[in-house]
């Protein structure tokens, strides 16, 4: 697997863990941290092997994540976006901005920014905008 894919792998994690959670991805990106998104990261290859819930389930215990109030699914009114789609909008777009640099680094500064809570207001068509426009 090349690490394009790890990178999509991790960002749709993020997004499934978010949903299940209902927790803002900049908080499940902040609970997890980076030393664990680097471990995701590095061993995209083998978690991606198991059912995405049980290692959603896995991490959501390892790092002691509380169920929140953000529920964007339940506030869409549209066709909600899969969290593989939205996993690989984030993964372009970090692939987009880091400049070859640490994508994991630029992981974690893509979801502190504003672009993470816009990207998830799935009643706007940010989300479906082309790769150029989003970066």
């Not at 090349?2 to 990178?7: F, K, V």
């Not at 790092?63 to 869409?76: I, K, L, R």
């Not at 789609?85 to 984030?90: E, K, Q």
């Not at 979801?111 to 998830?120: E, F, R």
Request: aromatic share 14%; proline share 2%.
């Amino acid at each position: 697997m090349n690490r394009e894919n790890d990178l999509f792998y991790v960002c749709s994690l993020i997004e499934y863990i978010g949903r299940a959670r209902k927790l803002r991805r900049a908080e499940v990106v902040a609970a997890m941290g980076e030393e664990t998104i680097r471990r995701i990261y590095r061993y995209a290859d083998t978690f991606h092997c198991e059912q995405i819930a049980k290692v959603s389930d896995d991490f959501i215990a390892l790092c002691s994540m509380p169920e929140g109030d953000f529920d964007n699914v339940a506030q869409c009114r549209y066709a909600v976006p899969g969290y593989w789609d939205i996993g690989a909008v984030y993964a372009r777009l970090i692939e987009d901005v880091s400049g070859g640099s640490d994508p994991v680094a630029k992981l974690m500064e893509v979801y502190a920014s504003w672009m993470s809570d816009a990207l998830s207001r799935f009643n706007s068509d940010l989300f479906y905008q082309s790769r150029g426009y989003i970066a």
